[in-house]
């Protein structure tokens, strides 16, 4: 158990994570016809369990709390909620608590002639409300732009570009400016890291906004007030785990996470992943499969993949090595096409399971990503991107695209567990070869 100060973990992880483990392997080959039909019949039976709209229902109980920020009260409700659930399924759930710095924006601008323009505080600046007047700073702001002109005193203003934001903050510090203001080279607004301490505020502006500024600013002094009100604090987060009693060491993990943006419902962002992978685990949890298989929802996903990076970092690696596939579901709530990135023999047995299913391009930045750097065949589900991302209007899903993935989820679970793989020793590469005929995929009723 690894003592990271910024993680605290709930006694009885530590117990689970100790416990005998359960290795169920991949095969590719036909070799035992007869075991697979005979599994496969029985387990097909579970499958048709699936509920339609059950998942739906849970997308909606999850939105009605609000957004589910990492750190904030609605998160023990929805913890809560989830933990409900799973033991209503007959599993054991319980918390794993983590902690981890967080840089918060409170809401920050810049006012000028009477009106307020809003910015974003870059990430790790220091908060302040400086007025003063503003000076435009030539070319990126190297220190020799800022030498040709006099900012001492003085709010200046940059373009983005070539050098890093925390160097430009440097050199305006250095030539005596009390804040700096940098403009986007896109029209849209600019959220950036610093990736280190500043002695000034520093705020990011659009380039609709800030473009027209630095060219007046250029013709006629200004005074101005910046408000780059920020704060740092350390969050708890929240991981959901559920596995039956007794499961110590999973062949397969589930995940997605379940907090949100803030002023986000996350209906697709992500109670879709979250749903189906409760909904998976209900149709699983009355199968000899359930007993191969733990449930995470993550918490502090949004902020960097907290929760994902906590669980990792905590495993056991026996934990870690007996995992033949960790299946992350994100954003599974909109768009038709459902699509699957990760580990290659995984998402070319997701495509064996449903040839409908398509790959993307690249991994994907979600919940799968620690468990991939700490080699763990990862599979992540995703339906793409969608115009309510990350906005107030991510309220709906279509809980018929939530029940298609949790079909496929399910078949992809298995067939990841059908097979014992040590019983056709060498060849292990025949892992990724998944040409047996499967009878059937889930048929959603
Ligand atoms: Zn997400």
């Not at 209900?282 to 007993?291: G, Q, V, W």
């Not at 398509?358 to 919940?367: A, E, L, R």
């Not at 309510?388 to 399910?410: E, F, I, M, W």
Request: aromatic share 6%; charged share 20%.
């Amino acid at each position: 158990m690894s003592n990271k100060k910024s993680v605290q973990l709930k006694p009885t992880i530590q117990l689970l994570v100790a416990g005998a483990s359960i290795v169920i392997g991949v095969a590719g080959c036909t070799q035992q016809p007869q075991k697979v039909q005979a599994l496969s019949n029985a387990s097909l039976k579970q499958t048709d369990l699936v509920n339609p709209g059950r998942a739906g229902a849970d997308v909606q109980a999850l939105v009605k709390l609000g957004p589910r920020v990492a750190g904030t009260p609605v998160m023990e409700k929805a913890s809560a909620y989830l933990i409900q659930e799973y033991r209503k399924a007959g599993y054991m759930a319980e918390v794993q608590t983590f902690t981890y710095p967080k840089f918060e924006d409170l809401g920050s601008n810049l006012s000028l002639d009477g009106k307020t323009i809003a910015g974003i505080a870059l990430n790790g600046s220091l908060a302040g409300k400086p007025t003063a007047r503003l000076v435009a700073v030539p070319n990126v702001g190297n220190s020799a732009d800022f030498a040709s002109v006099d900012v001492k005193g003085a709010i200046a203003i940059v373009q983005r570009g070539e050098i890093r934001f925390l160097q430009k903050a440097e050199n305006a510090a250095a030539a005596g400016a009390v804040g700096l203001v940098i403009v986007n080279t896109a029209s849209d607004s600019l959220s950036g890291t610093l990736g280190g301490k500043t002695k000034i505020p520093v705020l990011g502006l659009s380039g609709d906004l800030g473009k027209p500024l630095i060219k007046r600013v250029q013709s006629q002094p200004l005074n101005v007030a910046l408000n780059v009100n920020t704060r740092q604090r350390v969050v708890t987060g929240r991981n959901v785990i559920a596995h039956l009693k007794g499961v110590t060491r999973p062949s397969v993990l589930l995940g997605g996470h379940y907090d949100s943006v803030p002023g986000a419902p996350g209906a697709n962002d992500n109670a879709s992943g979250t749903a189906v992978v409760l909904e998976i685990a209900r149709n699983l949890s009355t199968t000899p499969l359930a007993r191969q298989s733990w449930f995470v929802a993550f918490d502090g996903e949004e902020d960097g993949l907290h929760g994902s990076r906590a669980f990792v970092s905590t495993a056991e690696p026996e934990f870690l090595q007996g995992l033949k596939g960790m299946l992350n579901f994100d954003m599974v709530g909109v768009n038709n096409k459902l699509l699957v990135g990760g580990t290659k023999s995984l998402t070319t047995l997701a495509q064996a399971t449903d040839p409908g299913v398509s790959t993307f391009g690249g991994s994907g930045g979600s919940d799968h990503a620690p468990f991939a750097a700490a080699d763990v065949p990862v599979l992540f589900f995703y339906r793409g991107q969608e115009p309510n991302y990350h906005s107030p209007n991510d309220k709906q899903v279509d809980s018929k695209l939530l029940d298609q993935t949790a079909g496929v989820g399910l078949d992809v679970v298995k067939r990841l567990l059908r097979f014992d793989s040590s019983s056709l020793g060498e060849g292990s590469q025949t892992r990724a070869n998944f040409s047996v005929p499967f009878a059937a995929v889930t048929k959603i009723r």
